[in-house]
Antibody, heavy 122, light 113 residues
Framework: QLQLQESGPGLVKPSETLSLTCTVS??????????WGWIRQPPGKGLEWIGN???????YYNPSLKSRVTISVDTSKNQFSLKLSPVTAADTAVYYC??????????????WGQGTLVTVSS | DIVMTQSPDSLAVSLGERATINCKSS????????????LGWYQQKPGQPPKLLIY???TRESGVPDRFSGSGSGTDFTLTISSLQAEDVAVYYC?????????FGQGTKLGIK
């Protein structure tokens, strides 16, 4: 059974870099059938798509975050990662990693990690 | 960018009764080449990640009870729970995956009356 697990610091200072890793188990991140994505949710608010990555390194970012976001993949470790820099208090959120199927246009996210809360504060 | 708007923001329904949540997109989500609507519905319970319930607007994800159904096409969509159970208390989100950036509705909080 596929499992995704986010990891990384829970507290980041303003103007610094938020770095998270998603470890995939029970399946291969190198599958040609899936993209891997990041979605975030500020406390008590709705969901915001951050971006996706394919195992070959192709990336797709939300234009609202594109200048600050980098998503990368490490197939040897079955992991993909998120970097967001510089951060402000508005980046405080639960960050989820998730999987979506490769189809002609796009697909919904069918598997999600449990999420990790990142707080931006000095 | 496509804007997704759900209604109502919150809803209280008696156990065993029908619950209906609406979702409207700012542009059509119907892809003409395959006649599919690129619209999904998720359920999120407190402290949990979203769970995919419905995709292609009306296809139930494996394992989802058949009291959940999705309908609609183009810009107007509906999630219906035919007979509300206590475990259905949650926030429900629609999501369009027709165009990048993929976007979600603001959520509808469903409770028991």
């Amino acid at each position: 059974q596929l499992q995704l697990q986010e990891s990384g610091p829970g507290l980041v200072k303003p103007s610094e870099t938020l770095s998270l890793t998603c470890t995939v188990s029970g399946g291969s991140i190198s599958s040609s059938n899936y993209y891997w994505g990041w979605i975030r949710q500020p406390p008590g608010k709705g969901l915001e798509w951050i971006g996706n990555i394919y195992y070959r390194g192709n990336t797709y970012y939300n234009p609202s975050l594109k200048s600050r976001v980098t998503i990368s993949v490490d197939t040897s470790k079955n992991q993909f990662s998120l970097k967001l820099s510089p951060v402000t208090a508005a980046d405080t959120a639960v960050y989820y990693c998730a999987r979506t199927e490769v189809v002609s246009v796009a697909a919904p996210y069918d598997s999600w990690g449990q999420g990790t809360l990142v707080t931006v504060s000095s | 960018d496509i804007v997704m708007t759900q209604s109502p923001d919150s809803l209280a329904v008696s156990l065993g009764e029908r619950a209906t949540i609406n979702c409207k997109s700012s542009q059509s989500l119907l892809y003409s080449s395959n006649n599919k609507n690129y619209l999904g519905w998720y359920q999120q319970k407190p402290g949990q990640p979203p769970k995919l319930l419905i995709y292609w607007a009306s296809t139930r994800e494996s394992g989802v009870p058949d009291r959940f159904s999705g309908s609609g096409s183009g810009t107007d969509f509906t999630l219906t729970i035919s007979s509300l159970q206590a475990e259905d208390v949650a926030v429900y989100y629609c999501q369009q995956y027709f165009n990048d950036p993929y976007s979600f509705g603001q959520g509808t909080k469903l409770g028991i009356k």
